[in-house]
């Protein structure tokens, strides 16, 4: 398995380059009815994504279909909403002694569901100031490969908040951003000079539980559904179109897995939403957004907001071991705010170096120098980019110039990978599902997977060996390799 380095800088190849993958998924979207997609538990059949792949599937047998309805049956929320608001209206009248939730079933217990938990971990007297912060009681989603959920750590977090109050919004929508919703509450109840009102979409049901319906909605943000219905679709449109949509913005921090295309589509219709309530005098005005994800992406974001541009701010994760702040070089988080509203009138803060660029005009980080070659500044991962006279633009300072390729690279990168069209031959003329050489790709890569099953296999023997003839040598290396594995993994 590639390190999570290496991943990231395949995934930063294709984000700049606006390709999906080498996977060779692609989103199809498109305006004319399609037929129902298989129900799911992200979102029912009505609103399925629709993904090409290259491949050529089997239909699914019984025994198959079988397995998906009964998972499908696992994943839906255990309660309804309005039981969930039920159930909390009478979990905060109980007195302090009898609050109890189970960390196993990740759920507010009433006293008659105590029997049921018997033999659960339980933690009891749950506090009014503990249901303002969910997201502290509430175990994070983190299987990496369908809902790893990070959450904000409170340096960037309450950046935002008081971001969001100096630009004068009185209303967020907080789209997959559960505790800058909790920490915008938790200001507005205990400011009363604070008029900010939140409302949370997300996908993560366990949050039905802590809040009315007025301030949550269960949303998947890849397919714009929203789980509880028409009457959750409304409490959208109508925060949305308050005050015919002045002072609201969106902030939204998806996985960071997620296509960029789906998400596009996402926001654009929450936007067009936002738009409906607004007059034929201010159809040019577009909502406020903050879009946090990695800066590799800038390129497809833009794609699809050529409006967007990136802050220098980095964002940093409580839960995550990579995404932190303070840290220097290529060790420094990558997230970063992808807005509409224009920089200049954006703050980062001082005491953490980050300056203002007079020729720029906005805020940058300190190693962010200004190249009078390209006019800007134009670091992106808060390192010293270098000016290539070349390629007529500045790059990482770990790249030199390809003369093979004709542009900067890593020195030891690949020069024969196709740049466009089919990710197997290179051809421009077609994609890779309707590529000829496909099932012999397919060969090709099975045998190389059993080549380097073979070496590791060797590679172990041979690591078995030298520890019987070296044990303490040998155990020091292991330990230092379990070391950098756990980091670069984690």
């Known amino acids: 398995m590639a390190s999570l380095r290496e991943r990231l800088g395949t995934v930063e190849a294709e984000g700049s380059s606006g390709r999906q993958g080498n996977s060779g998924v692609e989103v199809v979207v498109s305006s004319d009815p399609a037929p129902p997609a298989p129900l799911c538990p992200h979102g029912g059949s009505a609103s399925g994504l629709s993904l090409a792949v290259g491949s050529q599937g089997a239909w699914l047998s019984g025994a198959r279909l079988a397995a998906r309805e009964a998972h499908n049956r696992r994943c839906q929320p255990p309660l309804s909403r309005s039981q969930c608001v039920e159930r909390y209206l ?26 049921k938990h018997r033999k659960h971990q339980i933690v009891g007297d749950i506090s009014i100031t503990q249901l303002k912060r969910p997201s502290q009681l509430l175990y994070p989603l983190e299987n990496k490969k369908t809902n790893a959920q990070y959450l904000f750590a409170d340096r960037s977090c309450l950046f935002l908040v008081d971001l969001l109050s100096t630009l004068g919004f009185r209303r967020v929508l907080c789209v997959g951003t559960p505790r800058l919703h909790e920490l915008i509450r938790l200001k507005a109840s205990g ?10 979409l997300d996908i993560d049901f366990r949050y039905s539980q802590f809040y009315m319906e007025d301030s949550f909605c269960h949303y998947n943000m890849f397919n714009h559904h929203f789980f509880d219905g028409k009457a959750a679709l409304e409490v959208c449109r109508t925060f949305l179109q308050k005050d015919k949509g002045e002072g609201v913005i969106m902030v939204t921090d998806p996985p960071f897995g997620g296509l960029v295309e ?33 800066y590799f ?88 980019w270098s000016h290539c006279f070349l390629c007529k633009k500045c790059v990482k300072p770990s790249w030199i110039h390809c003369n093979i390729c004709n542009h900067c690279a890593l020195p030891d990168h690949s020069c024969n990978g196709p740049k466009d069209g089919c990710f197997i031959c290179g051809e421009l003329d077609h994609k890779r599902s309707t590529c000829p050489n496909i099932f012999t790709s397919k060969k090709v890569n099975k045998a190389v997977r059993k080549q380097k099953q073979r070496k590791s296999n060797k590679m172990k023997m041979e690591t078995t060996k030298g520890q019987s003839m070296n044990h303490t040598t040998v155990t020091g290396k292991k330990k230092r390799r379990e070391r950098a594995h756990q980091y670069l993994c984690s």
């Open 90 to 115: 009478k979990f905060i009248e109980l007195p302090l002694s009898q609050r109890k939730f189970c960390q196993r079933c990740q759920q507010l217990l009433l006293p008659d569901d105590e029997e």
């Open 191 to 200: 400011d009363k000079k604070s008029n900010i009102k939140s409302l949370l």
């Open 262 to 294: 789906p998400l596009a589509v996402t926001f654009k219709k929450l936007i067009a939403m936002w738009k409906e309530g607004q007059s034929q005098d201010n159809s040019h005005k577009e909502l406020p957004i903050f879009w946090i994800f990695p």
């Open 297 to 384: 992406f800038e390129s497809r974001i833009c794609q699809f907001f050529p409006s967007f541009c990136m802050l220098d701010y980095q964002v940093d994760y409580d839960n995550h071991a990579l995404y932190k702040h303070g840290k220097t070089g290529r060790k420094q988080s990558p997230v970063r705010i992808f807005t509409n509203i224009p920089p200049n009138k954006i703050i980062l803060p001082i005491e953490e170096g980050y300056r203002f660029c007079p020729l720029c005009q906005r805020y940058v980080s300190l190693e962010n120098q200004h190249c009078e070659h390209c006019n800007s500044c134009t670091s992106k991962d808060g390192r010293k």
